[in-house]
């Protein structure tokens, strides 16, 4: 697979997942859930700002040569600095993609590595951000997965990179690559799979408690045994779940950028 081939699923995967719809608390054409500060376009326009850094991405996983996988995070972090500007510039300060230009850009760069070296994208992020949390948390309480980690004890995103993303490894792909019907019922389907399992750190920093997650677990479990989206009552209570988190300003960002992930990998994969 060409380098253009990785960039563009890397692109696609963030289209694909803001027109999927509707997403409980979360930004889609039909409505911003509950971010009354973005739209579509906003994220179309945050999307194509980071069109450069794939391609950067992509080039530093291919060109790298050393063994020690680390120094090429830190080639991507440099990268990935710049892009999150790129990222602000677009959408007049508003944080559409901040988790996405680390997730994203490490598959990216992964993808790109294995293109070259083989190996599996998953152990080669493992290698990237081995000892990742030690170093960036516990210290400053600036960001909210800086603070999360203070208060709660987690990791969040980082410490989803240090163990190889394995609700996308293990849990959300598999889902995808099984599931039947359209598109958007089967990318619907699939996050709220990803619902089902994650520390949101996003729903966490929203409700200001961690027991939130459990409830939300709980919602989505029920949409999964409703049948999801394909069926009449799973569609209803999707319904439901999306008034219920606008009406607690609840939103689901860490799990939009697994979706991502998922999409990613899935294209990469012929799945989708
Ligand atoms: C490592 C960074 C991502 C630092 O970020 P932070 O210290 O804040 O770390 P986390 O909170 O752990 O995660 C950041 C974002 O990651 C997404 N996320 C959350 N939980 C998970 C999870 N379990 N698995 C995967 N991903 C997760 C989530 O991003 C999404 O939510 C954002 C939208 O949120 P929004 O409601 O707008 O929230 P705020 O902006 O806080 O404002 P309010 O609306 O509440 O007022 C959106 O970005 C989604 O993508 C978490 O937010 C990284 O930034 C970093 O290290 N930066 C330095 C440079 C760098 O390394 N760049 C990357 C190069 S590889
Ligand atoms: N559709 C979406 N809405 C809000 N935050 C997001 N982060 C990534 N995708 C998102």
Known sequence: MAIEEIVQNALKALLYEVVTNPKPGLVDPVDVGSHPDMNVYMFIDSSLSLGKYFVQAAEIGFNFAGQDLRQMFELLRQAGIKAEKAMFAATNNVNTHKGAVFSLG????????????????????????????KHDLGKKSETAGERQFLQYGKGGVRAE????????????????????????????????????????????????????????????????????????????????????????????????????????????????
């Open 161 to 272: 990179a240090e163990v190889g993303y394995p609700l996308v490894r293990n849990v959300a792909l598999p889902f995808l690559a099984q599931t039947s019907g359209d598109l958007n019922t089967r990318l619907l389907d699939t996050l709220m799979k990803i619902v089902s399992e994650i520390e949101d750190s996003n729903l966490i920093k929203r409700a200001g408690n961690v027991e939130v997650i459990d409830w939300a677990h709980k919602q989505a479990q029920k949409y999964l045994s409703l049948g999801g989206y394909g069926t009449q009552a799973g569609k209803q209570f999707m319904l439901e779940l999306n008034r219920i988190f606008k009406e607690k300003n609840y939103s689901l960002g860490g799990s939009a950028d697994l979706l991502i992930i998922t999409i990613f990998m899935g294209l990469q994969r012929g799945m989708i």
């Open 106 to 133: 490490l598959f990216d760069c992964a993808s790109s590595y294995c293109q070259k070296h083989g190996g599996n994208e998953f152990e080669i992020i493992q290698m990237m951000t081995k000892g990742l949390v």
